[in-house]
């Protein structure tokens, strides 16, 4: 028995505190829930409205192990026919400062786009990024100043307002 408490004391002396980082407040990924965004697709607005937004706040844990933290933050447009989601993390392991984002435009729970991209150093970037998987949705448009900022295919172009 006495091995047992020897052997759960080193253990548990041995952990170190882990700090984690929140996600930061940038301009590119900020949201609230309930802000309306409104896009312009052949003059006709398109209102979507913030259901979910979640950035990770500050937090720590003990850990004998050499682990990191993943600081991420999601969000959700969504109006009658369309829902975005998108999600941004940055992996502390590997670079610090790069954002790495998932955005998915989807019509109907079959028809869906996913766009996979990363950001440098929060560098000013205006960009188009195409995926011809699927043809409901083969661009999307991101800006280092709004964030996601315009979506579409060959015959339709609806941009943040």
Known sequence: MKKIVLIVCVIATSCKTIECDPFPNVPFFSYEKNQKCQFISDNDALTFTVTEFHGSEAWSFKSNCDCGCLPFASMRL?????????????????????????????????????????????????????????????????????????????????VLK
């Open 78 to 158: 969504e109006n009658q026919n369309i829902i975005i989601s998108g999600e941004s993390f940055i992996d502390l392991n590997v670079d610090k400062n790069t954002f790495n984002f998932r955005y998915i435009i989807q019509q109907s729970y079959e028809v869906q786009n996913e766009f996979s991209f990363s950001m440098r150093n929060k560098s000013a970037i205006d960009t188009i990024i195409a995926n011809k998987e699927n043809p409901t949705y083969t661009w999307m448009r991101f800006s280092s100043d709004k964030g996601f900022c315009g979506f579409g295919n060959d015959n339709m172009e609806c």
